[in-house]
């Protein structure tokens, strides 16, 4: 089993900064994509940005230039910059890993984190 722990969040005004992070812990091998998507009120749960574990990204294209999405291989965390932040960007943020544990490979959810950014 693995465990997705997510921390940072909260409450900003617009223009200003967050960050969030997710440790995975557990029966881990190898982690392959690690990312955060969000879900707000009434909306579909999209896709924020992932990395890969040999770094490369990808990014929404309404957080271009704004978030950034980094790794720690060796502490299975990833972690999410945001800044330049605008009342859009409130949401439940989730971490989500592509986890390889042995011959399995599973995809987990942390428990969310709530980011508002007030106007």
């Known amino acids: 089993q693995v465990q997705l722990v997510e921390s940072g969040g909260g409450l900003v005004q617009a223009g200003g900064s967050l960050g969030l992070s997710c440790a995975a812990s557990g029966s881990i091998v190898s982690i392959n994509f690690m990312g955060w998507y969000r879900q707000a009120p009434g909306k579909q749960r999209e896709l924020v940005a992932h990395i890969t574990s040999g770094g490369s990204t990808k990014y929404a294209d309404s957080v271009k230039g704004r978030f950034t999405i980094s790794r720690d291989n060796a502490k299975n965390t990833v972690y999410l910059q945001m800044n330049s932040l605008k009342p859009d960007d409130t949401a439940v943020y989730y971490c989500?890993?592509?986890?390889?544990?042995?011959?399995?490979?599973?995809?987990?959810w942390g428990q969310g984190t709530q980011v508002t950014v007030s106007s």
């Open positions: 989500n890993a592509l986890v390889h544990s042995g011959l399995l490979v599973n995809d987990y």
